[in-house]
């Protein structure tokens, strides 16, 4: 097995994921009683690096772009809304369709687990 560090808050590390790790994650939260529930609570790889890019905002932000500089997808942020693991944050008058999103403690809980 490969040595896993995890990744600083300065952004100098690739932060991955993977279905396994995904499935050990969600296990040990206890966040499903069976498989078929648990299908539902696993994040996806986009969901996982978008509330772990949260981590190191002033109080949890998280972001409105991407690191390619495109806007994030608003289907996703509405999936980790639905789940509980971002919350809104404000409303931005200049842009009233730009979701602004901070980590809930169940995002944080998600995004910082091995």
Known sequence: MRDRRPASSEGDAA???DLDSAYLQARSLD?????NDLAV???SLDELLYLRRGLAQPGGKLPLFDLDG???NAAL???????GWAAPWFNNPLKPDWLVCK??????RLATAP
């Open 31 to 35: 966040v499903a009683v069976n498989d």
């Open 70 to 72: 495109q806007q994030i």
């Open 15 to 17: 932060v991955l994921a």
């Open 41 to 43: 609570d696993i994040p």
């Open 77 to 83: 942020v509405r999936r980790c809304l639905g789940r």
């Open 103 to 108: 980590l809930t403690d169940a995002g944080r």
